[in-house]
């Protein structure tokens, strides 16, 4: 059965993009967690998910779209969305959790309208939700491959401008970092990510693959660069092993893997009591 | 004339105001110098302004009216900022839960001086390893931060500032939420350091009865500057100041420790 990873296209392209997605959806989560928007992932996979609806309509409705993959649709409707965030942020600065509600039901009320308007779509929405893996395209594993190359030559380059706003944005501005650019660069890639994973986990789904792997790492963890990579290391197995099991058993891939996720935190969390209990 | 005590001046502020956009008045016409080598101590009861007096030397607040000069140069053009180590109000507060070691913590003071899209060498490694014995942590340099004390807590803030080796440090209420005798060896190493290099302070403190041991310079602020001199000339003129600051209805207590 292993095999047939390697023998069929679409797995082929499954495995690479899950690998892939788990080694810069917990590198992006770990300082989204730190910075306490763990919920902006689920804000801007709403608007993914109205950017997907948007490009399947004008597909649908305009021939020379047809061509165009709805997911760089979700892609623009993210990146929007994520810059919506940051000036929401600013003009909310006392309430800056703020922004994501209101940009979570924007993308959402945004999806039904346009799926209404369009009156059904015969393309596989349900995929786009919740993940499959059956429906990833060579575009797809390309598209993610440019947003992990963006990611990960950000992490290179500009990991310690990160990780200074990150700990403390003031002390940061006060060093002569440009915050502003910092933290608008950094929603980019995550909105990217977001929606160049989608195809795989699902839209519901993806923030939890951001966020799940962290949380369990952050118990662990002896340093920062530990934290992020141990949460790569969790996510990694979440994703391997949630995908095997998804193909063998039929299941939805995305919610597979969140749950093989939550499984590792709860050995983790377990694992760390039971420690503490023999000490 | 004028350019040469500008020059030799570190801070210079020239009749700042600042208000808040609802129009609430938090400093009114502020005028000092600060020279090269001075420590200076600004004290003054809460809210009387000394964060947002700090934040407008550091560029964080814009001044309603007035100028300020860091090194010569006015703020607006001023682009220096690693010649300037900070050390904000409870910095240690919001972060203690961060998992993040004392090693990381101080390494990212070097953020501004090493350069967007460089990497730390050894060289800077070495740095941020040395700052971290000055500070008397090296026992703790992997350690998670928040598995620190209060008082070592304070100590790799202070080391956050100095690996940089700014020719100004800027203190925000360094020593609250730390214990006597740490304060006792926080103002040491600050002295020390000023011996060493000829570093320019300026440290906002409530705790005035200590900060007076070491500072030389004084400023007492309540919304506007009611005194600023050297410590001997404070201390002569103590009541009046107090008058001035609080109206005659205080009486000056006196305490000994």
């Known amino acids: 059965m292993l095999a047939d990873w390697w023998n069929y296209e679409f797995l082929r392209y499954t495995l690479f993009s899950g690998i892939i997605i788990g080694l810069i959806a917990p590198i992006l989560g770990t300082f989204l967690i730190v910075r306490r928007l763990s919920m902006m992932a689920d804000g801007l996979s709403h608007v993914t998910l109205s950017g997907v609806a948007f490009g399947m309509l004008i597909s649908k409705k305009i021939a020379f779209f047809s061509v165009v993959n709805p997911l760089f649709f979700g892609m623009l409707f993210s990146v929007i969305g994520s810059l919506f965030i940051e000036r929401l942020r600013k003009v909310y600065r006392a309430y800056q959790d703020l922004a994501i509600p209101i940009i979570l039901s924007t993308g959402l009320g945004l999806f039904t309208v346009l799926v209404s308007i369009a009156d059904g779509f015969n393309q596989d929405l349900y995929s786009y939700l919740f993940g499959s893996i059956v429906t990833v395209t060579f575009e797809d594993l390309l598209a993610l491959l440019g947003v992990a190359v963006v990611v990960l030559g950000t992490m290179f380059l500009m990991y310690k401008e990160l990780f200074a706003v990150s700990f403390d944005e003031e002390f940061a501005r006060v060093s002569g970092v440009s915050r502003r650019t910092i933290n608008l660069w950094f929603m980019v890639l995550v909105a990217l990510t977001i929606a160049a994973s989608m195809r795989i986990v699902g839209v519901l789904l993806i923030s939890a693959l951001i966020t799940i792997p962290v949380a369990a790492s952050l118990q662990i963890a002896r340093s920062f660069k530990q934290a992020i990579i141990y949460a790569i290391v969790f996510a990694e197995i979440s994703v391997l092993t949630g995908l095997y099991l998804a193909y063998m058993l039929n299941w939805a891939s995305g919610g597979t893997i969140v749950l093989v996720a939550v499984i590792i935190l709860l050995l983790v969390l377990g694992g760390k009591r039971l420690r503490a209990m023999l000490r | ?257």
Request: net charge negative.
């Open chain 2, 1 to 257: 004339m004028q350019k040469d005590i500008q020059q030799s001046s570190v801070i210079s502020l020239d009749h700042v105001f600042f208000r808040y956009e609802d129009g609430k008045k938090v400093l009114e016409d502020i005028t000092f110098h600060l020279n090269k080598g001075d420590f200076m101590g600004i004290v003054g009861p809460n809210g009387s302004g000394k964060s947002t007096l700090m934040k407008l030397i550091l560029g964080l607040n814009v001044p309603s009216k007035g100028e300020i000069n860091l090194f010569g140069q006015p703020l607006q053009k001023f682009k220096e900022w690693n010649k300037i180590g900070y050390v904000a109000q409870q910095a240690a507060h919001g972060a203690s839960g961060f998992p993040a070691t004392v090693r990381e913590v101080v390494s990212s003071g070097l953020v501004g001086k090493v350069g967007m899209f460089r990497r730390l060498t050894a060289e800077h490694r070495q740095q941020v390893a040395d700052v971290i014995e000055r500070v008397g942590l090296s026992a703790k340099i992997n350690e998670r931060i928040s598995n620190l004390s209060g008082g070592q807590l304070q100590r790799v803030f202070i080391a956050r500032a100095l690996v940089s080796e700014p020719e100004l440090l800027i203190l925000d209420e360094p020593t609250v939420g730390v214990d006597q005798e740490s304060i006792q060896q926080f103002y040491e190493l600050l002295r020390s350091l000023k011996d060493e290099t000829g570093m320019t302070m300026v440290i906002v403190s409530h705790d005035v009865s200590v900060m007076m041991e070491w500072v030389n310079k004084v400023a007492c602020l309540q919304r506007r500057l009611h005194f600023h001199g050297t410590t001997e000339e404070y201390e002569h003129n103590q009541e009046e100041i107090f008058r001035s600051m609080y109206g005659d209805s205080v009486r000056l207590l006196t305490h000994n420790h």
